[in-house]
């Protein structure tokens, strides 16, 4: 894959210290481009720097402005300015909507949404004029699925929040990346495993299952093509990205379906 422009790139990967973030940003490292990498856990990030062989690490919560405000300050006197933000933050406890409480919500939403908002206002001064800005949503936006209503819901709010920021800055280019099912992550640590059995049961039923993931390295590696790809091209702006595995989904007995039959076409 050539990514010879992403050669002194200035990049910012948020939620850099695991799954597709951390892939983006050492293949990033790793292409010549000068990376900033954020993320709240300071000894992940030092892993990774030493891991890219490279990349500027700095501790970040971007659910407080303060720390969204030094991260500004420190792209600013180290890069001074932005060619492409990534923004791979998120939050997904498996909850039925029935008993997601009033906190889940609001750290969902804090999370999920305010977040990016809050690193955009703060990144937005140095942004360049035909920067690329993308943001991994969920497949899950689309086909509704028990057990993940909420942080679906979150993401559906912030597809429409990149969509407000792409029609008052046209010149920029807000891309939502909507993200399949990928393996491993970090998001299913802390779930319930009694609860996890049962949506999955009900999602194989509804035909929502695939037999393979996708890996977090394979999307930052197309990821990072798109972005080699779209740097020199500021007229393109690619609105809505779709990385799904292409693998048949599942029956109750972990099996592939069987392929529809061809369609046969007028004669």
């Known amino acids: 894959m050539d990514l010879t422009s992403l050669k002194d790139a200035r990049v910012l990967v948020a939620g850099a210290s695991a799954g597709i973030g ?3 940003a050492a293949g990033a490292v ?15 990030l030092e892993k990774l720097r030493a891991e890219a062989g490279g ?18 300050e420190t792209i600013g006197s180290e890069l001074g ?13 498996l909850k039925l909507v029935a008993d997601t409480a009033d906190e889940d919500w609001r750290r969902l939403f804090e999370t999920n949404v305010l977040s990016v908002n809050r690193l955009l206002r703060r990144t937005l001064p140095l942004l360049d004029r035909s920067a690329m800005v993308l943001a991994l949503s969920s497949e899950s936006v689309y086909q ?35 993200i399949g099912a990928t393996m491993p992550t970090d998001f299913g640590n802390e779930f319930d495993g009694e609860l996890l059995g049962h949506v999955l049961t009900d999602w194989i039923s509804r035909g929502l299952a695939q037999e393979e993931f996708m ?10 093509g798109v972005v080699a790809s779209g740097l020199g091209k500021p007229g393109v702006c690619m609105e809505q990205l779709v990385l799904r595995s292409p ?7 972990g ?5 529809r039959p061809p369609v046969d076409g007028p004669a």
Request: hydrophobic fraction near 45%; include cysteine.
């Open 55 to 72: 990349g500027i690490p700095v501790v970040t919560d971007l659910t407080s402005d303060d720390d969204c405000a030094r991260l500004a």
């Open 22 to 24: 951390r892939n983006f």
């Open 30 to 44: 790793r292409a010549g481009a000068r990376v900033v990498l954020a993320a709240r856990r300071a000894e992940e």
């Open 247 to 253: 693998s048949p989904v599942v029956d109750a007995s």
């Open 215 to 224: 890996s977090p390295s394979d999307v930052a590696e197309v990821l990072l």
């Open 144 to 178: 509704p699925r028990p057990g993940i209503g909420a942080y679906s819901t979150s993401k559906a709010a912030l597809e429409r929040l990149i969509e407000a920021w792409r029609v008052e800055h046209p010149w920029l280019r807000f891309t939502n990346v909507v």
């Open 255 to 259: 099996h592939p379906l069987p392929s």
């Open 81 to 93: 300015g932005l060619d492409v933000v990534v923004s791979c933050v998120g939050a997904a406890p």
